[in-house]
Nanobody
Framework: VQLQASGGGLVQAGGSLRLSCTGS????????MGWFRQAPGKEREFVAA????????IYADSVKGRFTISRDNAQNTVYLQMNSLEAEDTAVYYC?????????????????WGQGTQVTVSS
């Protein structure tokens, strides 16, 4: 099982990035998917998640209104559009496939994890 995340990089505060994560069909197309992030010295935290059907998704309060999660089941890909980035958004971002079809904020609800992509926001 492989999840390939991409799209990270260095951006100035106020800028935008779009992360992508592609998984194999049998592991992701019928499952909820999520994004988490981990800053140096901190625990991994929930960012956003989306059910297998798609829709609006659920978000951490810290990113609500700035980040948008979406998915393309035909491409087995989930996206995270990040706008109005802040220095506090600097972290390694991980995508994950949930055990169930629904979106979840609970890290324990996720079974498969990508390798992470670094996002650095300069102030």
């Amino acid at each position: 099982v492989q999840l390939q995340a991409s799209g990270g990089g260095l951006v100035q505060a106020g800028g935008s990035l779009r992360l992508s994560c592609t998984g194999s069909k049998r592991t992701s197309s019928n499952n909820g998917m999520g994004w988490f992030r981990q800053a140096p010295g901190k625990e991994r935290e929930f960012v956003a998640a989306i059910s297998w059907r798609g829709g609006t998704g659920i978000y951490a309060d810290s990113v609500k209104g700035r980040f948008t999660i979406s998915r393309d089941n035909a491409q087995n890909t989930v996206y995270l559009q990040m706008n109005s980035l802040e220095a506090e958004d600097t972290a390694v971002y991980y995508c994950a496939v949930a055990r169930a079809a629904v979106a979840s904020r609970d890290i324990l609800a996720y079974r498969y994890w990508g390798q992470g992509t670094q996002v650095t926001v300069s102030s």
